[in-house]
């Protein structure tokens, strides 16, 4: 299994890049090789001084870096030794099984599906999220941002994408997916989600339970919770604000200490061939280390794999 | 001054509104008449009961009242003497300078839409919340719920009628507009924020900061925050959530009390040429007595004629 690693993405890289990868090898069951792209004569003195295995890991320079607010296709265009740049072409040619950065995330977007093609059959891949459940249980929420504007079938998409997800991932065996929406009944919404619906109802490759309302999302209601990416993303950083609000005043919960992102790591673009993982800019060891972790976990299950059946014909 | 109330919506009537009128009377400063609408003889021994004053209210018997779960327009149709029936009768006649009830949401915006007209120039009432800021300030979210699907501007109009009430009810001097989006230069989001953005920078009635997201949306960085109705929607009752679920886990917090509905009682209706105050179906007294305390900061400030003044021409 090779694992790809942006090591200048994020703010900061490639120090705790580096620490993700020693936490990751330190754990690791299986034989796997992470390929660390970025610029060799930062990397090199940090892998002696973290002791990390040379044989497990394998240095890519790239000379180049794409800067965190710099424009995506401009600078993929402008760095083609960018460490984002030499990742996808890796990635595309089947030298690395997955790729991960924290940097730039529009880059990251536009190099995926660029370098790599859309699942066939699907029209648009979709970022998500994972939402902590009040119950202890985790659910997950996309389009968070990718697809701002949708149609009703891409929605329908995201619930398969989603539901794919929340069983080989999650390990949800038969994952309940709920339309967000402003009512409980069929017919309720805006226009979106009133044609979505009769979409999802007649889809055999989910077990669609309605509509779900703001209220629910926290609640153990559904565990895939489809909409488009421009309310997604509003609830996204809405719930990570929340993780900020209660750390400044000091409020302990272990309830919403789960919206800490590091918690999870990081984003997989969803609907593109092969594993992609979009992380935090302010990423540090654990944010690497559990990316590092879904990447084996996405090659381990074949979700991908399982991505492609269900989309063919 | 003469304020309408119905007294059969809500979970908890009449007991409870008469339990609202109560605690306002004992507090109201000024000369007021409280028009209670409602079954005569449920709310008539209530009224000795909680020793309200009778010379300070007016008692409109009222035989038929809307269920919470009835569809609203044919309720309307066919129950022309239920108390939501008779309330906008009464305001539409200039017998009440507003109405209040907690009961069926949708009886009471197509009550108010059908009885009373949209203020001249205003394409689209709408309904907003008050958003608890996590420096201890209050800001306004709109639309959150009556325009699923919004056009440009919709948003627009939104953000004037919401400075309106940041000035006069909030007391904002100048409040900051943000256009609610997935990031923060111009041209971001979905193809709605990206055609409203410039009508909001043209805006002069308005003190248009740009764009926020949703990280921002409990922060103090606008004062008034604009979105269509499905996204308000779901932010609203997310956020109605958030109450429940640190009552449930017992987290103390001072800021997540400020969740509590009851805090702020109902939410207005803007649009409209007379004040109109929608409450939550599981409102208590003091949601009644701060519906009531409401209505009457909407008259002393003659919220509606600015409005008025602000789309005439």
Redo the contacts between chains.
């Keep these: 299994m090779n694992i790809g690693l942006d090591m200048m993405g994020g703010d900061f890289s490639p120090l705790e890049a580096v620490r993700g990868v020693q936490l990751y090898l330190q754990e690791v069951q299986i034989p796997v090789t992470v390929w660390l792209v970025g610029d060799e004569d930062q990397i090199r003195p940090m892998l002696q001084e973290y002791a990390i295995p040379t044989a497990s890991v394998q240095v890519v320079h790239a000379p180049q870096s794409i800067g965190m607010n710099e424009h995506p296709t401009r600078a993929l265009k402008e760095k083609p030794q960018s460490s984002i740049a030499i990742g996808f072409q890796l990635l595309a040619t089947g030298k690395m099984d997955a790729f991960i950065s924290a940097g730039n995330t529009g880059a990251m977007l536009v190099g995926a599906l660029y370098s790599l093609k859309p699942i066939e059959g699907i029209h648009r891949p979709t970022i998500s999220t994972v939402i902590p459940k009040?119950n202890g249980k985790t659910g997950v929420l996309l389009d968070v941002?990718l697809n701002?504007?949708c149609k009703p079938e891409n929605l329908n998409q995201f619930a398969v994408l989603g539901t794919l997800y929340a069983r080989h991932i999650l390990g949800i065996a038969e994952p309940r997916v709920g339309l967000?929406n402003?009512g409980e009944e069929e017919g309720k919404?805006?226009?979106l989600?009133q044609a979505a619906y009769p979409l999802l109802k007649e889809n055999s490759q989910i077990h669609f339970i309605g509509n779900i309302?703001?209220?629910?999302?926290?609640?153990d209601k559904a565990d895939v919770t489809v909409?488009?990416?421009?309310?997604g993303?509003?609830?996204?950083?809405?719930?990570?604000?929340?993780f900020?609000?209660?750390s400044?005043?000091k409020?302990?919960?272990e309830?919403?200490d789960r919206f800490d992102f590091e918690y999870y790591g990081g984003t997989p673009l969803l609907g593109v061939t092969k594993p992609v993982i979009i992380g935090h800019g302010i990423s540090r060891g654990k944010s690497f280390l559990n990316m590092l972790k879904l990447a084996q976990k996405m090659l381990e299950t074949d979700l991908l794999g399982k991505m492609k059946e269900s989309f063919v014909g």
């Design positions: 009040e941002g701002a504007d967000l402003i919404g805006n226009i989600a309302e703001g209220r629910d999302i926290l609640l909409c488009e990416g421009f309310t993303n509003v609830i996204l950083k809405l719930a990570e604000s929340l900020d609000i209660t400044r005043h409020i302990e919960s309830y919403f």
